[in-house]
């Protein structure tokens, strides 16, 4: 799939949950491999600050994310409208140190998502995939999220509230598609219990019973009620008996579940790509769930690319008869066994490595080892059926090396490996040459990498 962005721009304008001001919010379509970014248009030198999990700084009744001293807060709901979008590439252009609360909900973003459009772009999508269970518990709150394996994206989450009202809910989203009218319309919740502890923090400035669903729970004094609400600067209201007491009724049964669902959504937006696998959260909040996505952006800056997904009972896309149809070399130097995926920009072939290889009669008698210039040899045949692929009657053409560049060999190949090669155009394909880098695999490890350049011929 390829990323996307904005057909055109939009704007939203509110007040903020916590500082009480009023901020207008642009959103702006962005090139490719952007990511989320927001800029602080009110400041000298309008400062970008990337949306990222690492510049996460506070997540107390949100998320704020910061670059040095300048800050933007309670991003969570225009988060996770883009992540359901599926939208790759986005500017947020804001006048005040945080994004609009709106309705406490989603919902305005998602409208003026659709009212727009997306568009495609050039790019494949990077998806992040989870290739293995995957945890985090905080055991003083009870908080867990949990990321299993799977084809697709969804998530399931179970809230528990020690509250007569708010006992347990569970919520669940098997479709990002059905976020808008599943999901984005859960407003965000608050205890009356918890309005004086949070007003003293300096927070929500702007709540109000128009922007979030009040939870009353605990008996109060009418005058006591009366004071918060004069704390608040809202009308006086007389409450008898538990329940919800904002001026709109739920949007759902379970919408306070369904706004923590938004949440994780938006705080896991944070990793910089779409996830591939089922994520379980329980008891979630913007402290794990933000933690959470630190952990899955160590993975990825730990690695600059994932192992592609490599099942062996999968029909190949070409196999070795097709392979030799298409590449001249044979016996010992045909070095691609079969190519198990291709897109626009990328190929991923396989190479099994055994005991038999010719090579490793003298590299070396007593340690076999694949030499590193045919790992390179290895990358350039899967990278020149890439090129192939480009052109009709690819039968007719032979690719040659022109220059090789930024090799890297990590970890030893021996007889028994399975090498996993994922090649990808760094440049578009001009007058016959391309430029490309190279990834080689072992399991999830990168073994060796290369940048090089190809020219295609027809042959004589």
Do not use: W
């Amino acid at each position: 799939m390829k990323q996307m962005t904005l057909k055109a721009p939009f704007s939203v304008h509110g007040k903020g949950l916590h500082s009480g001001l009023v901020i207008d919010a642009e959103f702006l379509p962005a090139p490719d491999n952007h990511g989320y970014k927001f800029q602080r248009v009110d400041l000298e030198d309008a400062p970008v600050i990337d949306a990222l999990a690492e510049n996460v700084v506070q997540t107390s009744r949100g998320t704020t994310i910061a670059r040095g001293e300048v800050t933007v807060s309670t991003i969570e709901h225009a988060m996770s409208a883009l992540y359901a979008a599926g939208i790759d590439n986005v500017l947020v252009k804001i006048n005040g140190p945080e994004m609009p609360i709106l309705d406490g909900s989603a919902k305005e973003f998602c409208e003026k998502i659709e009212e727009v459009g997306v568009v495609d772009q050039k790019s494949e999508k990077d998806y992040y995939i989870v290739k293995q269970k995957m945890e985090l518990r905080d055991d003083e709150t009870g908080s867990s999220i949990v990321v299993l394996p799977d084809s697709d994206f969804s998530v399931d989450v179970m809230i528990q509230f020690d509250s007569p009202v708010l006992p347990n809910q569970y919520a669940s989203l098997e479709c990002m598609e059905d976020f808008g009218k599943d999901v984005s319309a859960s407003r965000t919740f608050v205890f009356v219990r918890e309005i004086e502890p949070l007003v003293k923090h300096n927070l929500i400035k702007g709540g109000d019973l128009e922007n979030a669903v009040v939870i009353y729970d605990r008996a109060m004094e009418q005058s006591e009620l009366d004071r918060l609400a004069d704390i608040m600067g809202v009308e006086h209201k007389e409450v008898a008996e538990f329940g919800y007491i904002q001026s709109r009724p739920l949007v759902f049964p379970n919408e306070p579940a369904r706004h923590k669902l938004l949440d994780v959504l938006g705080d896991l937006a944070l990793i910089g790509r779409p996830i591939k696998g089922k994520v379980i959260a329980t008891r979630p909040g913007h402290a794990i769930n933000t933690k959470f996505a630190k952990k899955i952006r160590k993975d990825i800056k730990r690695q600059d690319i994932q192992a592609p997904l490599y099942d062996p009972n999968k029909e190949p896309l070409m196999d070795n008869n097709r392979i030799r149809e298409l590449l001249p070399h044979r016996y010992p130097f045909l070095l691609v066994d079969k190519i198990i995926e291709k897109g626009a920009n990328y190929i991923v072939g396989v190479k099994n490595i055994t005991a038999n290889e010719p090579f490793f009669t003298g590299h070396f008698p007593q340690e076999p080892v694949l030499p590193g210039v045919l790992q390179i040899e290895a990358m350039a045949q899967t990278g020149g059926l890439l090129v192939l692929s480009t052109v009709d009657e690819p039968e007719l053409y032979s690719t040659y090396f022109m220059k090789i560049d930024n090799v890297k060999f990590r970890q030893k190949v021996v007889p028994g490996d399975t090498l996993i090669f994922h090649i990808s155009f760094m440049t578009e394909l001009r007058r016959g040459c391309a430029v490309m880098k190279g990834y080689a695999f072992v399991g999830e490890k990168i073994v060796s990498e290369c940048e090089f350049m190809a020219q295609i011929i027809k042959n004589k």
